[in-house]
């Protein structure tokens, strides 16, 4: 068998098993050069932050130096302060400040009201741009340590942060009253920090490099040293060691942070490793030689994976654990699921789970493994990542309506231009490409809309055929005879596969130029599914036919296709057009491996 023959060439000593000396030396020297590469790649790392650190506190001093910052006593931090001269004279300084250092982006005075808020006295900003803060206004964004200046009155550096200008690195000094003492505000200036942890990592890469080099070196002789010893190691495989190889296997399963047990071809347990004992409570001396593997994981007597994948049943697996469980991409004749318990532990766990046949030396299966894996903290992690992308989506849905809404403005106001200077050529042409730019860019705005979605939800299995059926009555095609002959092709993919059906659909209907039959089928090549959209309209031509899948070009939006192409990549399907010009439209989408099933017998429309 394929997995003892791994243990006895890497794991057989004759006499016995034994831990070498040599070989925790080697790993003792290993955890030396690695920590001490370790340790002084983080010490150049952090080197370099305070070099930088105390560069931009040393110019925001500089800075601070050439104003009167105890003007900001004269200021209301209100509108009245547009009207101050001494206002308007600082925040003439600050503006130069800024155009003086080509890395700053802001160089700003705040204050803080009675209530801790934090709000800004002037900037550097002209009003009417993007980053201009009027006086008084709130910043809600302002961090703990920004407002630890306030408190302390001690000068510091803070970030990289971000808020709703970008990442920068803040440069801030207390304004105080030279008499009292008194905090009067907070002057700042905020660098691009773009490129910070780059510098910074920059700063570190000469120690590492230098440690891999000497690993490298030193397992290169440890290697050179080993040849010979490994080279007698396997001729000293004998037949003992094979009938060893079943107690080396246990050893393993032992020894496995996973859960796992084995089964032999009767469904009894002859292997049930401690971490499996630690996790389901039920001790090894309990379960081996029984068929109660079951009661680990639920309440009452059912079939796991392993009892159905060593039957062939494959039918009650699909009853019992649906579309979750799935062949493994990695073992062959294995399948594998992420599956939830909600009768084990305080409040269910999560669990991945892999089932694979034992095979002997002659290719039959006489038992199989299952393992599992708790993965109940990473499943949480990505519900939370998709909270988090829900909720910028939600910021991008209501950046989207303000902009489209201020667009449908910019398009009144042009009609009433073109209105104005209808009776002026040159005027009207220059008013005809505001209005073109102007759908342009709601166009692109609203294709942000569907974008967005793509790979938000996890892939599922997609029965072809149901939705080609589906995206015919939706677009109430007439006069068109369509056949589908998919034999029940399930593909995984993200759920908006639909999409890409539809655009081709509706790309036949508008462009196809009297199509009278749209017909969908398959073959497969060398394991990748081919499924062929065909219509026997004019087809595209040759030099088109890579170009409809880049963004922006087509004779409608130009997002379609494009579309298409970036919903199928998400499971690595590719798509193309390979039709005759002028005979009808031909795209192929490439499935590869692993990515379809069949499910049900051919089904027809015409």
Not at 257 to 269: E, G, K, L, S, Y
Request: glycine share 8%.
């Amino acid at each position: 068998m394929q997995i003892y023959i791994i243990l006895r060439e890497v794991s057989y000593i004759p006499g016995g098993i034994m831990i070498s000396r040599i070989d925790l030396r080697v790993i003792i020297i290993l955890a030396v050069i690695i920590g001490i590469g370790g340790c002084t790649t983080l010490f150049f790392m952090h080197y370099k932050d305070s070099q930088l650190r105390e560069k931009i506190l040393t110019e925001t001093r500089l800075a601070a130096s050439g104003i009167d910052l105890e003007n900001i006593r004269h200021f209301n931090g209100s509108d009245t302060d547009l009207t101050n001269p001494a206002y308007t004279s600082m925040k003439e300084k600050l503006a130069d400040m800024k155009a003086a250092e080509p890395l700053s982006r802001f160089v700003y005075i705040m204050g803080q009201r009675d209530d801790g808020g934090v709000f800004f006295y002037v900037d550097s900003e002209t009003p009417g741009t993007e980053g201009y803060s009027p006086p008084g206004q709130d910043y809600p964004e302002v961090t703990d340590p920004v407002r630890e200046i306030f408190t302390s009155g001690k000068e510091g550096i803070v970030g990289p942060t971000t808020d709703r200008w970008g990442t920068w690195i803040n440069g801030l000094l207390p304004v105080k009253d030279p008499k009292t003492g008194e905090i009067l505000g907070v002057f700042g200036i905020d660098i691009d920090a773009g490129n910070w942890t780059l510098q910074v990592i920059y700063a570190g890469l000469p120690p590492l490099v230098g440690t891999f080099l000497i690993i490298v070196i030193f397992l290169s002789f440890i290697t050179i040293n080993r040849r010979k010893d490994e080279e007698h190691e396997k001729l000293a495989i004998s037949e003992q060691a094979y009938r060893e190889s079943e107690a080396r296997l246990s050893a393993i399963l032992q020894s496995s942070p996973a859960f796992q047990f084995v089964i032999d071809q009767n469904h009894t347990v002859i292997s049930w490793n401690r971490a499996l004992e630690k996790f389901s409570g039920i001790p090894a001396s309990e379960m081996i030689g029984t068929k109660n593997h079951w009661k680990a994981f639920f309440p009452t007597e059912r079939p796991l994976v392993v009892d159905i994948l060593l039957d062939r049943n494959y039918d009650i697996l699909n009853e019992l654990y649906g579309d979750s469980c799935h062949p493994s991409d990695l073992i062959d004749g294995a399948y594998e699921m992420t599956r939830f318990y909600p009768e084990m532990k305080e409040n269910g766990i999560w669990l991945y789970i892999l089932a694979a046949p034992y095979k002997n030396d002659q290719g039959e299966i006489i038992g199989a493994v299952e393992t599992l894996i708790d993965v109940t903290e990473r499943h949480r992690a990505e519900e939370a990542v998709k909270e988090a992308v829900k909720k910028l989506n939600l910021l991008s849905s209501i950046t989207r309506h303000d902009i489209l809404n201020k667009i449908t403005m910019l398009q009144g106001l042009m009609m009433l231009i073109a209105e104005a200077v209808e009776h002026d050529p040159e005027s009207s042409e220059y008013v005809k490409m505001g209005k073109g730019a102007i759908t342009a860019i709601k166009k692109q705005i609203e294709f942000t809309r569907t974008y967005q979605d793509i790979g938000l939800n996890k892939p599922e299995w997609n029965e072809i055929s149901d939705i080609i059926l589906n995206v015919s009555k939706e677009l109430i095609i007439k006069d068109i005879s369509l056949s589908i002959s998919l034999d029940g092709i399930q593909v995984y993919a993200d759920p908006l596969i639909r999409k890409v059906f539809y655009n081709l659909m509706d790309n036949s209907i508008r462009h196809g130029e009297g199509i009278t039959r749209i017909c969908c089928t398959y073959d497969i090549q060398d394991d990748t599914l081919v499924i062929r959209y065909a219509d026997d309209g004019m087809g595209v031509s040759p030099d088109e036919k890579t170009l409809i899948f880049e963004k922006g070009y087509g004779k409608n939006s130009g997002l379609g296709m494009f579309l298409a192409r970036e919903i199928l990549s998400i499971t690595h399907i590719t798509i193309r057009e390979t039709g005759e010009y002028q005979k009808g439209a031909l795209f192929e989408i490439l499935v590869p491996k692993g990515m379809y099933r069949f499910s049900h017998p051919e089904q027809s429309l015409s």
